[in-house]
Every structure is written in C-alpha cells, then in structure tokens.
C-alpha cells in the first residue's frame, strides 16, 4: 500500500498531538527549527545522516 508523504505526517503528527498533548510552544519550535534547518548550511549533513 502506498500513502503519501504528506497524509503519512499528518496523521502521525494528529495522534503525536492527540495522545502525548505536547505545549503548542513546543510544537511551533519543532516545526519552524526544522523549517530552518531545512534551508540551511546543515541540510545536506542532515540530509545524509537521515539517509
């Protein structure tokens, strides 16, 4: 079965939210640090840590 990328995070960030009820603060930093990240010199060490 193949689901797309996008669902797959939503989903698992809806029942992150839903069963760990992390702070809101803590979500926004997740979200706009890896936004952050994403963009910067360390993507492509990242990159090929995650790979």
């Keep these: 079965?193949?689901?797309?990328?996008?669902?797959?995070?939503?989903?698992?960030?809806?029942l992150g939210i839903k069963l760990i009820r992390p702070p809101w603060w803590l979500?926004?930093?997740?979200l706009l640090?890896?936004?952050?990240?994403?963009d910067s010199l360390l993507?492509?060490?990242i990159d090929?840590?995650?790979k």
Excluded at 27 to 30: K, R, Y
Excluded at 33 to 38: D, K
């Design 27 to 30: 979500v926004a930093v997740l």
């Design 48 to 50: 090929t840590a995650v």
């Design 33 to 38: 640090g890896g936004y952050l990240l994403a």
């Design 1 to 14: 079965m193949q689901v797309p990328l996008w669902f797959a995070l939503l989903v698992v960030g809806w």
């Design 43 to 45: 993507a492509p060490a």
